[in-house]
């Protein structure tokens, strides 16, 4: 096992000396820090696992290193607090901070808050790597006529680089694949590409997140932060469910579009950034407007460039393909050697209706060449509702929203569960080996949440 790497940024050297003690008795390697700026050095040579932060430090204050810090791929962070400032710790949660410790603290506190913050974090990032593997097919694949037309207007669209582009389709369609696309076939390929999920988020902190917000434009906002939209400079912004965006979010976004200008929270100038704004959503928009949920104004803008995602029971002469590529790459991935299916199975698959669309096909396919034990994957290999001819009902996989903190150890273990369990179609072996646990392991998992039967 590798040693992580912990900073510990303290002015009292008496402290900072304790606790590396500690800690390097506990195995791991320790930078530390005197004040604010040299933490920054510190990281700028080597990222750290975790980082111990005072609050009070000659430079400012240990928050201000939050923002840089924190996020969902950042640097989990634990605030040492003064006894009985509670109400400073609540804020440095709130700020991103991952736990904190109140002065004085003992040495067990140190380690068992130090194992939660880490074990957290490991679980959390296994379950976006998880997710993010659902969501990945490599090209997008597509022979019928429909999706011909599609791809056509994606290269159109693609080098049509400053309009906003509308994705809309079923869920599993191919929305965030086209999104993808978009953004890598078009001359912004080499910058980013920020994808934002619009109902993931409370409206005033999804206002912060996408336009930033000063120091000081709320009780929280100790420091000055940068919204998406300038993290998307030079790149592709990608609003997904879009229809979940409130009103207020909504007038906001419209004049964003518009000219790329936007406010922060709190400031009193405009910025402009040079984006292009892709937006999805699996919704009728047209119905949102006229139950007036969604602007009208803002649904004309968006829909200038529109690309609809046919369902996939509407281009059956795509399903071959895809079950040829999605087995290609479950070979690879699992280590099998499945050559294709029999007839009969081809004959159901192009027959069933696929409500999850492609997506459900994509976890058919798995589940089929997981359990296989021979080349040419048969009926018997499919789920009772595609064998039947069924509409099925599982078809759309739904995600679990995670906030950037203050969700428990036990809520993500049990979020990564129920993942893995739908990701391998309820088989617990095979769940346990997407998350790396022996049998043993996920069956104990199973019974302390109450899922052993599930
Ligand atoms: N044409 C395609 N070729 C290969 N894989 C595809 C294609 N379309 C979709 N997929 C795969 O199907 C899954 C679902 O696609 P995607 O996430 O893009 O759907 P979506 O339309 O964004 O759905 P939702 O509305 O639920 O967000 C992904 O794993 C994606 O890689
Ligand atoms: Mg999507």
Redesign the pocket.
Known sequence: MSRERILVVDDDHLIRDILSERLEKKGFRVLRAASLSEARTAISRATPDLAILDVKLPDGEGTELLPELSGEEGVPCVMMTAHGTVTSAVEALRQGAEDFLEKPFSMDRLDTTLAHVLERTRLRRQLKALRDA????GG???VSPE?EGVMGLVRRMASADQATVLLL?E???????VARALHELSPRAQGPFVNVTCSALTESLMESELFGHEKGAFTDARTTKRGLVEVAHGGTLFL?EIAELTPALQSKLLRFLEDHTFRRVGATEDRTVDVRVVA?T?RNLQAEVETGRFREDLYYRLRVLPIT?PPLRQRRGDVAA?VA?FIAAFNKELGRAVEGVDPETQQVLEAYSWPGN??EL?NVVERAVLLSDGPILTTDLLPPEVRRGGSGGEG?LTTVELGPSGIDLEELERHLLEEALRQAHGNRTQAGRLLGLSRHQIRNRLHKYGMADS
Do not use: E, F, P, Y
């Open positions: 659902g969501s990945q097919g997008i694949v597509g999706m389709g869920t599993g369609t191919g929305k965030g694949m997904d999805a699996n995602l895809l590529a492609v997506r994509r759309s």
